[in-house]
């Protein structure tokens, strides 16, 4: 069988269809774009879990078969299971249902691919979802400033709010949107706080928001789905040589 990569994504993610169209321009063929429904959705589902290891086996609505042998790398951004309850099905039932759709949709991307850009966890389908105040606890550990925050069991809200005025996308312990930032202490402080908020929360792709008031530049979230086009061109060279390790090639 051919190898193949796959570009996982809910049907209005928009970057994730611009990082699909990237690689392809960049010589990484053949690239599937597919949305959680088609995966669930296949005509056909061999799922094994052994001693060994597991596998899949799928033939999706249009005759495509997809195996997890021949997935040579992903791009996965799904954040939820598609959970479409029967009619008839009782509360009870459809909290069933979706809790064990949402089980084998974790075991089927666990075994997808040896490289995956982001490899889910128990936390979250493409890497672990933290509520703010976990984010900023990370944070402030990398080296980001983080506002002061109050935390009690009266309130939810873990940072205090502040728009991100600036964000930066990490790749592999690489900064892209960086140039944006306002000057060169940023570069030299904030990009390599950034990069280690991502290793602290074992994430290969992480997005970081930040807000300048003109005089420091504050942590404001962090997310394993950013907007992938803040890193433009250069961001999909980075996932091409992440797939591949190989340069680019024109084409």
Known sequence: MTAVWLVLADPADRAAAWAYEGPSQRGL??????????????????????????????????????????????????????VHPPVLATRADSDYAAEELNALMLSWLLCL???????????????????????????????????????????????????????????????????RLPDARCLADVLPACVRLARLAGTHLLGVGLHNDGEAMTFTGATPVPDLRIGGGALLDGLHRHFTGAPVTAG
């Open 29 to 82: 063929r053949p690239l599937q774009l597919l949305t959680p429904d088609e995966l669930i959705r296949s005509a056909r589902q061999e799922h094994r879990v052994g001693a060994d290891g597991t596998s899949i086996h799928i033939r999706l609505a249009d005759g495509r078969p997809l195996a997890s042998s021949d997935i040579r790398g992903v791009l996965n951004r799904i954040v939820r299971a598609p």
């Open 113 to 179: 691919a040896p490289v995956t850009v982001n490899r889910p966890s128990p936390a979250g389908f493409c890497g672990a979802w933290r509520p703010s105040a976990q984010w900023a606890v990370l944070a402030a550990r990398a080296g980001l400033p983080v506002p002061v925050t109050t935390l009690s069991s009266r309130t939810s809200t873990a940072l205090r709010e502040l728009p991100a005025t600036h964000s930066v996308v990490v790749l592999n312990e690489q900064v892209f949107g960086g140039e």
